[in-house]
């Protein structure tokens, strides 16, 4: 699939299949993740692959929405505590990296057919439980991982006017 198709075909899956996921598709999306630039080549992100066979109410803690859990992974990305590079004011892109890590994770699922919803808005505390983190391991960013159930709906985007500065 070429590159800008994959940016217009990517949306937020919230219908999943239990359809199992191949392991080379899996390794090709985790190699996409760790081919992702981090602020000084650092890499301080781990990426955590959970099944969610068997654990769907454990999982739904941490994000209580019933089509988190329907796929058959779910995938995080956490910032290694303390180990991001850290900008002259402080301020620290070890979030900033698990971020585009994660671009990269669903860019790369788009590409092999599967979908993907980019989630924030979760439980902190309960990720590291039921994920079983080690306590310098910072969830930032998850998302279910499966093949697609139904059609893409389609999707509100703003006008380039509103969203560029030119200068």
């Known amino acids: 699939m070429e590159f800008f198709e994959v940016i217009n075909k990517r949306y937020s899956v919230r219908s999943y299949l239990p359809d ?7 390794q090709k999306i985790l190699e996409a993740a760790r081919l992702a630039p981090t602020a ?3 890499q301080a992100f781990r990426v ?3 099944k969610t066979e068997g654990r769907k109410e454990e999982i739904s ?3 209580p929405r ?4 329907e796929a058959p992974y779910i995938i995080a990305v956490c910032a290694i505590k303390g180990k991001g590079w850290v900008r ?6 070890a979030d900033v990296d698990a971020t585009i890590v994660m671009d ?3 860019l790369a699922a788009t590409a092999l057919g599967l979908g993907t919803c980019w ?5 902190p505390k309960a990720c590291a439980e039921v994920l079983n983190l080690d306590k310098d391991l910072e969830p930032i960013v998850l998302t279910p991982l499966g093949y697609p159930k139904g059609e893409q709906l389609p999707r509100r985007r703003k006008a380039l006017e509103e969203l560029v500065i030119y200068r």
Do not use: M, P, T
Request: charged share 25%; with cysteine; hydrophobic share 45%.
């Open 20 to 26: 199992d996921i191949e392991q080379d598709k899996i």
């Open 119 to 123: 989630i924030g808005a979760f439980d």
């Open 104 to 106: 990269h994770i669903i």
């Open 61 to 63: 803690r941490i994000y």
């Open 40 to 42: 000084c080549n650092l």
């Open 88 to 93: 002259s004011d402080q301020k620290s892109f």
């Open 48 to 50: 955590v692959v959970a």
């Open 66 to 69: 019933g089509w988190f859990a």
